[in-house]
């Protein structure tokens, strides 16, 4: 499961459709200490990670802006979405990109399944040479244990059947381990940690397929109504600033995925299943 919104409100998020659409997030470093330190550690675990002007979008349809009405929400934000990325990051103990430039380009690709962990791929640049990181959460984050099924009726008869049922769950080893295991905090898979050296050719690839896409000019989020499917955030940490796309499960066609699926099938997760 991903963010309550997910669970909630039918999955909104992005669906990538081209790539068109003007950004406003470029720009230099702000520099604030309030959100990070120069080494990139956040404030702390509520830290957001993105520039505010990356959870706003315009492209809401009539039909999403009564939903998010009725619930509440900004009509043209998708902060949510970026809130629990954020908090997913912080998981993964990544640092902040969009504050401080950390004196070397880097690539960020935060992938976020509803039904499978997280993975979080970073391509540093350092002396010349891409570096490609392959990290996994152990599963989703804030996930919560399943409640045991409660009592559709309050007759002694159901009464005593609840009884007995709990007393059943009790002494269910299975159950009581899941619930053990549900319980646990998504942890970084260590074991699961891969690095790989780029060649310059594969570097140079990379940067051809963001060039293709236009990668610098999307907008940063646009929202659109999405059962299911994955996040799919890359950000870009460059000398002369910073930029972050995110769509939901965009399409195989699109040139921002293609890009993010070249990082994919560089890494160890290349097999991990794909939506």
């Not at 962990?117 to 996930?143: A, D, E, N, S, Y």
């Not at 619930?179 to 898979?189: F, I, N, R, T, Y």
């Not at 060039?211 to 870009?236: K, M, P, R």
């Amino acid at each position: 499961m991903l963010y309550p919104r997910f669970l909630y409100l039918s999955f909104l998020a992005v669906l990538a459709s081209g790539c068109s659409t003007p950004s406003a997030s470029t720009g230099p470093y702000p520099q604030n200490p309030a959100i990070s330190d120069a080494q990139g550690h956040p404030r702390d675990s509520t830290t957001f990670y993105f520039p505010a002007v990356d959870s706003v979008t315009t492209l809401r349809t009539a039909k999403d802006s009564v939903e998010a009405q009725s619930f509440g929400e900004p009509l043209e934000s998708c902060a949510g979405e970026l809130h629990f990325t954020s908090r997913t990051l912080t998981l993964f103990q990544a640092p902040i990109l969009s504050n401080y430039y950390l004196g070397t380009p880097i690539y960020r690709f935060t992938w976020l399944r509803s039904f499978h962990r997280p993975v979080l791929l970073t391509l540093t640049l350092r002396q010349g040479t891409g570096i490609l990181r392959t990290q996994l959460l152990t599963k989703h984050p804030f996930t919560n244990p399943p409640p045991p099924p409660a009592p559709l009726y309050t007759s002694p008869k159901s009464k005593e059947w609840w009884r007995k049922r709990q007393a059943q769950l009790l002494a269910d080893v299975e159950y009581q381990e899941y619930l053990a295991e549900s319980k646990k905090p998504p942890m970084q898979v260590k074991q699961a940690e891969t690095s790989l050296v780029l060649s310059s050719e594969q570097w140079q690839h990379f940067q051809q397929l963001l060039t293709q896409c236009h990668f610098q000019t999307l907008s940063s989020c646009e929202i659109n109504e999405v059962l299911d499917g994955a996040y799919w955030i890359l950000e870009a940490h460059q000398a002369d600033g910073y930029h972050m796309v995110f769509r939901h499960s965009p399409d195989e066609t699109d040139g921002f995925r293609k890009a993010c699926e070249y990082l994919i099938e560089l890494s160890s997760v290349r097999k991990e299943e794909r939506y």
